[in-house]
């Protein structure tokens, strides 16, 4: 069976400091992979996404991920964070050249961020 | 333009009791998905709709949960005789899946369940 693995609970970085989260998978396959943020209250909203080609992926609100084969890891990054993005994250994967099927989510990392 | 929505927003039960959790998918929109959100997890799959036809669902975890999507539109779960165990929040997503296109899952804000 497909699982997700987010190793970091709980995060605190500063401001304007570099972020990584890590996220690995398990699938006999590579998966379709994905990054989504939920702020309290708000629906998960989707950051980016990988299906195939470029292993470096560029999401919305500055995130990029880079997809590693040889380690089935997905790690999101982000340059320079902002208080606006303390919020939990979820990496997620779904079954290869599948339209319509459902998402196997990590149990997620919380963000806090440092003024 | 319209999210999906959901509602009630909050609701909560008495043991035992019925509930009935509405989503909204975007207009148009011909897959939907219901996941369930424990407290500190992440979403768990419990089922899926394309339009009408209910094609997966492996993720209810009880003959008391049941989902429906009638005109393949508007969708409900229903959970019958609610356990405290059932305490989560029930996210619904809506995706346009069109061949060979993006697979994007559309999230609305949920309904937190709460069942004393």
């Known amino acids: 069976a497909q699982s997700v693995t987010q190793p970091d609970i709980h995060i605190t970085v500063s401001e304007g400091a570099s972020l990584e989260l890590r996220c690995n998978y398990s699938?006999?396959?590579?998966?379709?992979l994905f990054w989504y943020v939920q702020s309290p209250g708000q629906g998960l909203q989707l950051l980016l996404k990988?299906?195939?080609?470029?292993?470096l992926v560029q999401g919305i609100k500055g995130f990029e991920a880079e997809f590693k084969r040889s380690q089935s890891s997905f790690n999101l990054r982000k340059p320079s964070v902002h208080w606006s993005d303390a919020a939990e994250y979820f990496c997620a994967v779904a079954p290869p050249k599948s339209s319509g099927d459902k998402l196997t989510f990590g149990t997620g990392t919380r963000l806090a961020v440092r003024p | 333009g319209a999210g999906v929505s959901q509602s009630p927003r909050y609701k909560v039960a008495k043991r035992g009791q019925d509930v009935a959790l509405r989503c909204d998918p975007i207009s148009g929109h011909v897959s939907l998905f219901w996941y369930q959100q424990a407290l500190g997890q992440g979403p768990e799959f419990l089922t899926y709709?394309?339009?009408?036809?209910?094609?997966?669902k492996s993720g209810l975890p009880s003959d008391r949960f049941f989902a429906e999507r009638p005109e393949g539109s508007v969708s409900t779960l229903k959970i019958q005789r609610t356990q405290q165990e059932d305490s989560a929040v029930y996210l619904c997503a809506s995706s346009l899946a069109t061949r060979g296109g993006s697979y994007e899952q559309y999230f609305g804000p949920g309904t937190r369940l709460t069942v004393t």
């Open positions: 699938y006999g396959a590579t998966p379709y």
């Open positions: 990988y299906f195939s080609g470029d292993t």
């Open positions: 709709f394309q339009n009408e036809a209910q094609l997966d």
